[in-house]
């Protein structure tokens, strides 16, 4: 069998965005949709200002890092599900056949886990950041900070989860790979929260976390297309 093409100009895209719709439709009603990940990251964060102590000076210096850890930690959990449901239901081989390559779906799912999980999530950065000692007015930066390490978290743990997808114990398979690919989201928002807290620009290191989420969705959809490839063999 062959894929079929779009029939237009602009009918990959409309697919696309049809694509994103759907599966960010999906993410959201299923496994707690928005709740469960801003419910852990609150839970993370609030941990880590206890773990830290009462020390005012200690709890600035480890918030940055500690907010970027947390938020990750609620992308990490999501991983699972981004593959598994299609894989159950047979869905592989028809989005294979269908008219937008692999990597396009992957790159789509991505974004759409990303928009319906861990962008409402975002809402709850800047009290999760007070949280850990960052003053008030590093409250907007932390927003936009979480929102746009969303899709570059989501996109870095794409491939160990389309791997893990209908494997035994494929939850601990993406533990130990999908954290290392993490980490490079994870540095840049930190330093852009460290940046904030001390009332320096964030635009710099917005943006090299932007670039670096950039590469991820393009790497990880790659990636992520070849190994659902792999279930098709």
Do not use: C, N
Not at 14 to 19: D, E, I, Q, V
Not at 186 to 192: E, L, Q
Not at 218 to 232: D, E, K, T, Y
């Amino acid at each position: 069998m062959t894929r079929p093409q779009p029939t237009k100009a602009g009918g990959a895209g409309r697919a696309f965005l049809h694509l994103v719709a759907r599966e960010a439709r999906t993410a959201w009603e299923g496994g707690g949709g928005a709740a469960t990940p801003a419910a852990v990251f609150l839970s993370a964060a609030a941990l880590m200002a206890f773990a830290v102590g009462a020390d005012a000076e200690r709890l600035a210096a480890a918030g940055p890092g500690a907010l970027a850890f947390s938020f990750a930690l609620a992308a990490l959990l999501g991983f699972e599900q981004l593959y598994q449901g299609d894989l159950e239901a047979g869905a592989i081989e028809p989005l294979a056949l269908g008219p937008l390559p692999l990597e396009l779906v992957a790159a789509a799912k991505i974004l759409a886990r990303a928009a319906a999980t861990l962008a409402p999530a975002a809402l709850v950065a800047p009290f999760a950041a007070i949280l850990l000692g960052l003053p008030a007015s590093a409250a907007p930066a932390a927003f936009l900070t979480a929102l746009l390490a969303g899709p570059a978290l989501v996109a870095a743990g794409a491939a160990p989860a389309a791997l893990a997808a209908g494997r035994p114990r494929g939850g601990l398979l993406i533990a130990v790979t999908a954290p290392p690919l993490m980490a490079s989201p994870v540095i840049f928002a930190a330093g852009a929260l460290r940046a904030a807290a001390l009332g320096e620009p964030v635009a710099a290191p917005l943006l090299l976390l932007s670039a670096s989420g950039l590469a991820a969705l393009v790497i990880g959809s790659i990636a992520a297309a070849a190994a659902l490839r792999l279930h098709l063999e």
